[in-house]
């Protein structure tokens, strides 16, 4: 055979071989020792046998270096004990409560639970926004809001009051909160003995407002600069101060106070007065004496001359005492005057028929003559 046919012979052996067989790249089966490949005859995937993969151990950790044995050798010990160290928590802080501590004084501008009212006035209390006075400035009812902010504003008067003086007074508008005093502040209401009253005020307890007197003011700030001088007046007497130091008519202690010191914001109490509010500002008062304190107004005076006077009666409904008298008032005569004002008034009498009987005697004794 020719070169030239072997060779031709060998090319179509080897193109026919390569028809009838193909593999694919082999792959391997993951955590296996089985290896797979793609057949051309059978169409499918030929596996090898598995085996067990060798797993070459990993080289064993290094030793410790060998320890020497350490002799026995005595240690010296301290004998005496460390101390003991021992921790406590802090003991717990309180919260701070706000009725822990009692107010100076509750200003009462709500509806109901008027201290004192069955002993110390007379009518039907109804709420102070209902007061003509109030209705007036306000031009109607006011509202909640307007409630509240009236309300707030006299107490903070009321504090100025106080400070104008010196005095720094803790008052709260809260019902909930602890208060060693009540003042309400109420209309439609009086003091039985004194209807003009403005205030009334049991000595070291609870006392009154009656917004209805205060019908002068013209506007919102001089009704609340009126009602909280007034209430500053009667929580003098409610801490305890039984008496009127100030005789000039300067000071909000005086007996009687125009309708200008009413509405003045620098309106304070005198020195005297200031020192005996402050010692008996905070002290526990018992109700046992029964004594009252009553600021009226003139009310038939114009506001330029008008006046307030607050009478000190004992045993509340029944005037025994007067710390000062009322303006324009009119002298009650004791029973002895009384007495010798009859006898003249009958002496007189007599005197005048004995006169008119003389003339007519006369006459009678010139007809018989």
Request: overall charge negative; glycine content about 8%; aromatic content about 8%.
């Amino acid at each position: 055979m020719s070169l030239r046919k072997a060779v031709s012979l060998g090319i179509l052996v080897w193109g026919a071989l390569g028809t009838v067989t193909l593999a694919d790249p082999i792959t391997a089966v993951s955590k296996s020792g089985a290896w797979t490949f793609w057949s051309q005859a059978s169409g499918s995937v030929v596996g090898t046998p598995t085996y067990a993969r060798s797993v070459e151990p990993a080289p064993p950790d290094r030793a410790p270096a060998a320890v020497s044995a350490v002799p026995n050798v005595p240690v010296a010990v301290n004998s005496s004990a460390a101390p003991a160290f021992s921790y406590s928590p802090p003991a717990p802080v309180p919260a701070p409560s706000a009725s822990s501590e009692p107010v100076d004084a509750f200003l009462n501008f709500g509806t109901g639970n008027y201290t004192g009212a069955a002993m110390m006035t007379s009518g039907t209390i109804q709420p102070w926004y209902e007061s003509p006075a109030v209705t007036k400035v306000f031009g109607g009812v006011p509202t909640p809001q307007q409630q509240s902010d009236f309300a707030t504003n006299v107490l903070k008067n009321v504090e100025q009051t106080f400070l104008n003086s010196g005095i720094n007074v803790n008052l709260s508008l809260d019902p909930g909160d602890q208060s060693a005093h009540t003042l309400s502040v109420v209309s439609g209401a009086s003091y039985g003995p004194t209807p003009n009253a403005i205030g009334i005020t049991e000595i070291g307890g609870s006392g009154f407002s009656f917004i209805d007197k205060l019908s002068f003011a013209e506007t919102v700030d001089q009704l609340a600069w009126a009602d909280a001088h007034n209430i500053a007046h009667e929580l003098m007497h409610a801490f305890g101060v039984a008496a009127h130091h100030d005789q000039t008519g300067t000071y909000l202690d005086a007996a009687a106070a125009n309708w200008d010191m009413l509405t003045s914001p620098s309106t304070k109490f005198s020195p005297e007065a200031t020192t005996n509010i402050l010692a008996h500002l905070g002290q526990k008062h018992s109700s046992s004496a029964l004594m009252v304190g009553a600021e009226t107004l003139d009310l038939a005076t114009s506001p330029d001359r008008l006046s307030s006077h607050c009478l000190l009666c004992q045993q509340g409904y029944v005037p025994k005492e007067t710390a000062a008298m009322e303006l324009g008032a009119t002298p009650v005569p004791e029973p002895a005057t009384l007495v010798l004002w009859a006898a003249g008034a009958a002496a007189s009498v007599f005197a005048v028929r004995r006169r008119r009987r003389r003339p007519s005697e006369a006459v009678f004794a010139a007809e018989s003559d």
